[in-house]
């Protein structure tokens, strides 16, 4: 069964905390990427992952970072959370190819109290 | 750049009824268009896609058609129930520097449907 998982479902912090999201993928999909889903927003792209360390800024990166040191786990960090952040996150994966759908996680609910 | 445009935040409708939700692209190459369904407090999951112009494509009672000369891919479906209350998200693969592809998203349309 194909499927991207994350890492926690729900998840409090406090302000200053760091945070760890976790996602993996059992499809060996190249491509994963980190969102976060804002009411009235949409999704909004933090990074993207082409493959083993090779990381790319979506739109919205400033106070992440993320990390791939293997293929199949795709991790988002947060260096001291902050309140603006909180937020749903989503990760997701592809090939790496024109007309490939993504795989999306259930998401993580982050709330920076 | 690419992008897609959805005119519609939120619709609103009686059972029964049908209902169209409305997507528009630019793009400078041969587009590829997505709809996604997302339930409260679920994931986004795909519904349909094409890229082939003019034919249209359907999935659980959705249909929507690629038109490449109004650059157009909108939703719809003849008949709503209460299950089909959801966000719907528009999108378009397009490549990216690397050379690998990813999706712009359209900023979503909340479909209620009530009794």
């Known amino acids: 069964d194909m499927k991207v998982t994350q890492m926690p479902r729900y998840l409090i912090k406090r302000m200053g905390e760091n945070v760890l999201l976790e996602c993996g993928q059992d499809?060996?999909?190249?491509?994963m990427y980190w969102y976060r889903q804002d009411p009235g927003l949409g999704l909004q792209l933090i990074y993207i992952?082409?493959?083993?360390?090779?990381?790319s800024e979506g739109d919205i990166p400033k106070g992440y970072r993320v990390s791939r040191k293997k293929r199949e786990h795709f991790s988002l960090i947060l260096d001291s959370a902050k309140t603006n952040q909180t937020s749903v996150y989503f990760c997701?994966?592809?090939?790496?190819?024109?007309?490939?759908?993504?795989?999306f996680g259930s998401g993580t609910r982050l709330l920076v109290i | 750049g690419d992008s897609v445009t959805q005119t519609e935040g939120l619709v609103t409708l009686t059972k029964g009824l049908p209902v169209m939700l409305n997507c528009t692209y630019q793009?400078?190459?041969?587009?590829?268009l997505f709809w996604y369904v997302q339930h409260l407090n679920e994931a986004p999951k795909l519904l349909l896609k094409?890229?082939?112009?003019?034919k249209r494509t359907e999935h659980q009672g959705f249909y929507a058609t690629l038109h490449k000369s109004s650059s157009s891919f909108h939703l719809q479906k003849s008949s709503v129930q209460l299950s089909d209350s959801a966000l719907y998200f528009c999108?378009?693969?397009?490549?990216?520097?690397?050379?690998?592809?990813?999706?712009?998203f359209g900023s979503g349309t909340q479909l209620t449907v009530m009794p």
């Open positions: 499809m060996s999909h190249e491509t």
């Open positions: 997701a994966s592809s090939l790496s190819r024109g007309g490939s759908d993504y795989t």
């Open positions: 992952s082409y493959d083993v360390d090779s990381n």
């Open positions: 999108a378009l693969s397009e490549p990216s520097s690397s050379g690998s592809w990813q999706l712009i």
């Open positions: 094409s890229s082939t112009d003019n």
């Open positions: 793009t400078t190459y041969s587009p590829f």
